[in-house]
């Protein structure tokens, strides 16, 4: 991302106190800011994106030349089932916001955030970003999904009615320090990290919900702050790119329970209950497109990750979001 002389790009983060926002702030302090650059990170506090005048109030005040949007309305499997009005509505809202005002004030690049779980129900593995809009998402978050797969096709609106340089990203399951470790509303690392831990801590089983067999990639927030910068910074091109770990590091959520017992030296009984939805079986990713660009690149594991995560957890416990 080159500046000239005197010129200041100011790269403004939505949805910045967020477990990716955090990230990449995290990333971005341990000394990988490049002279010319401000960032900016937002929180709800900032203002609220569904609403426009809030929008246009922050892109005045902040003047950004850069937006990673990471602002959304999230939750899992149980919170999407719910509330699929809310999160079709809200997200729609935040995106429309944020996209508008990037190309009104003349952004020069919008990163925007997608996920596995919008992609189609019924589908071939792995998934890759051309499979996108190949079929309807899985019933359980219908609502979230669609509003997100229309960020991608409003890139590609942008870009050709107005010369925009707007992108997104697909992450798989992301975790690590900062996430929601919300037992009820949360995704499935930082819940079961809350989980164990209140296990350790009054002497009960450690109950995981559902069988424990349906497998995920699971990508650790600092590389995934990692890839994010090097997609604002290298990265022009309009259809979405896939951040993700090798397909061979896929993982069955007993296996990460398992990792989140070690980690947390829990010695107690582990249940597995499966009176409780298991979700998708499989959504594994396929990330050749990441690799033609970034052959090298190496991934932190799933044990040394989510080691990171529980230790940052039971340091945080009175200030961590749950």
Not at 95 to 104: A, H, P, Q, Y
Not at 155 to 176: D, V
Not at 235 to 252: A, K, M, R
Not at 259 to 272: N, S, T
Request: glycine content about 6%; aromatic content about 10%; charged content about 25%.
């Amino acid at each position: 991302m080159a500046t000239e002389a005197n010129e200041k790009n100011v790269i403004m983060v939505t949805g910045g106190s967020g477990l990716v926002g955090m990230g990449i702030k995290t990333f971005i302090e341990n000394g990988n800011q490049v002279e010319g650059e401000e960032w900016v990170f937002l929180s709800s506090k900032d203002g609220d994106m569904r609403k426009r005048d809030d929008c246009e109030k922050i892109f005045e005040k902040y003047k950004p030349t850069h937006v990673i949007h990471l602002a959304a309305k999230v939750g899992g499997l149980f919170a999407n089932m719910a509330a699929k009005v809310e999160f079709f509505r809200e997200n729609i809202l935040i995106n429309d916001n944020v996209m508008e005002c990037c190309r009104i004030y003349k952004v020069k690049k919008l990163v925007s955030f997608l996920s596995t779980c919008i992609f189609p129900d019924k589908t071939t593995y792995p998934i890759d970003e051309t499979m996108l809009h190949d079929g309807p998402p899985h019933p359980s978050n219908e609502g979230y999904a669609y509003a997100k797969r229309l960020i991608d096709t409003m890139n590609r609106a942008y870009a050709e009615e107005y010369g925009c340089n707007f992108t997104s990203i697909i992450p798989t399951n992301i975790y690590g320090p900062h996430d929601n470790f919300s037992i009820q509303s949360g995704h499935v690392i930082p819940g079961l990290i809350h989980k164990c831990y209140l296990a350790k801590q009054d002497n009960t089983p450690f109950t995981i919900w559902g069988s424990g067999t349906p497998l995920r990639q699971f990508v650790y927030s600092i590389d995934l702050a990692e890839l994010t910068v090097w997609v604002l910074r290298e990265y022009h091109d309009p259809t979405p790119i896939t951040l993700s770990v090798d397909e061979e590091d896929e993982v069955s959520i007993k296996d990460v329970a398992l990792a989140v017992a070690k980690a947390m030296k829990f010695e107690g009984e582990i249940i597995f209950d499966t009176s409780k939805a298991d979700g998708q079986f499989k959504k594994t990713a396929g990330n050749k497109k990441l690799r033609k660009y970034l052959p090298d690149y190496k991934f932190t594991s799933i044990e040394e990750g989510i080691q990171q995560s529980v230790d940052w957890f039971v340091e945080n416990y009175e200030v961590a979001r749950k």
